[in-house]
């Protein structure tokens, strides 16, 4: 049996970096560990066309900064910085219990504000869902990291058709990652009402609905309405503790 693409990789040099191990990868693509020197960084190898290089453009404290673009036997190679942290994916898995409104919130807005800042380069993320959405450790360091490619399964309908879509289409993946973290399941189409736990605002699931919208025209039109939408939702939407019965 052939190996896989990513599996040759391992322990080569890419862009000078000796690969060390493979993080995530589809069939488009492999996200690997590398090192240089005593320098970590995520290397993105592309194993098909992509126009992902425009990424380089973009710096803001919200998506991964890349480092270098490079060829590698005809494939795009990212150099990004590493970021120390679990993902989104990995922080879900392993939590025993949902996570508090306040954390999704937070979550949120760091989402936007990356992909405010990846639209605004007039690029389309198209592969949004919690494994590529990094929590970094340390303080005053953002809540939410976006990051390159991993297996995209939560895609837009039209997306998921093989249609046109544009920027929309990561809209409707932040819906699928804001249904997770307020039910821990994946929403079904229809999408049914959600049903919220304590301490979570009933606008929270409007917001939910819309940005699930099966039409793209009625969906979230863009990142700085859903920044907006979270940030008026905080305010006019305070978090009372549910009450707790006081034994005598």
Not at 183 to 211: F, K, N, Q, Y
Not at 222 to 248: F, G, K, Q, Y
Request: aromatic content about 4%.
């Amino acid at each position: 049996m052939t190996a896989a693409p990513h599996d040759e990789l391992v322990g080569t040099r890419v862009a000078g970096y000796l690969l060390l191990r493979c993080v995530a990868h589809d069939a488009s693509a492999g996200v690997f560990e590398g090192v240089l020197d005593d320098t970590r960084a995520a290397i993105t190898i592309y194993f098909q066309p992509t126009e992902r290089a425009a990424q380089a453009t973009i710096d803001h404290p919200c998506v991964a900064r890349v480092l270098a673009t490079a060829r590698h036997d005809g494939s795009l190679v990212l150099v990004s910085e590493w970021i120390e942290g679990s993902s989104l994916a990995a922080r879900l898995d392993r939590l025993d219990r949902p996570l508090a409104w306040p954390e999704i919130s937070a979550i949120m807005r760091d989402v936007a504000r990356g992909l405010g800042a990846i639209h605004a380069a007039d690029l389309v993320h198209g592969d949004l869902e919690p494994s590529n959405i990094m929590l970094p450790d340390g303080p005053g360091a953002p809540k939410a990291v976006l990051v390159g490619i991993g297996p995209a399964h939560d895609l837009a309908p039209e997306q998921a058709d093989g249609g046109p879509f544009d920027q929309r289409a990561d809209l409707y993946a932040v819906g699928v990652v804001l249904y997770r973290m307020l039910t821990g399941a994946l929403p079904v189409e229809p999408v049914p009402p959600l049903a919220l736990r304590d301490a979570i605002p009933s606008a929270a699931a409007d917001l939910c609905l819309w940005l699930l919208a099966t039409d793209p025209a009625q969906r979230v039109p863009n990142a700085h309405v859903l920044r907006l939408t979270l940030e008026a939702l905080e305010r006019s939407s305070p978090i009372v503790p549910p009450a707790r019965e006081i034994s005598a």
